[in-house]
């Protein structure tokens, strides 16, 4: 783990964050800047910087954090109406903390973009 990783930290209880899930492989809390009433962060507590760093070997993992995240949906009862799943990777999609995390948005109508920001 990188020392400067923001997540690793939240993972390890260095930092502070509200953590609303967790297992042997994931753990979810509520973004510091939400984008919508409801906006969770699922990360796998292995450091894994980008989507592109993913192994071979981390495809199960990828499979789980979605699981975890519908599990998240229905606790925060966006399952019914819906929510978005979504992945920065990198500078143009607006990647600023470099631990792989899948953004889970509800709670709201999100505009039927792709963009990213406070218009998802
Ligand atoms: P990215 O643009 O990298 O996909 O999104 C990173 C997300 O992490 C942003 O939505 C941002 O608000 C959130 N974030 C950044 N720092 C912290 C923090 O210290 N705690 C929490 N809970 N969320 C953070
Ligand atoms: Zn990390």
Do not use: W
Not at 26 to 42: E, G, M, Q, S, T
Not at 74 to 82: L, S
Request: aromatic share 4%.
């Amino acid at each position: 783990m990188p020392d400067d990783c923001i997540f690793c930290k939240i993972i390890n209880r260095e930092l502070d964050a509200e953590i609303v899930y967790e297992d042997e492989h994931a753990v979810a809390f509520k973004d510091i800047n939400p984008a919508a009433p409801v906006h969770i962060l699922v990360v796998p507590r292995k450091h894994i910087p980008t989507l592109l760093d993913l192994k071979k070997e981390d495809e199960g993992l990828v499979g789980h954090l979605h699981t975890v995240a519908n599990e998240v949906a229905r606790a925060f009862n966006v399952d019914k109406k819906g929510f978005r799943v979504v992945i920065n990777c990198g500078a143009d999609a607006g990647q600023i903390v470099f631990h792989l995390h899948l953004h889970l948005l509800g709670g709201r109508p999100l505009l039927q973009t792709m963009a990213k920001g406070r218009g998802v």
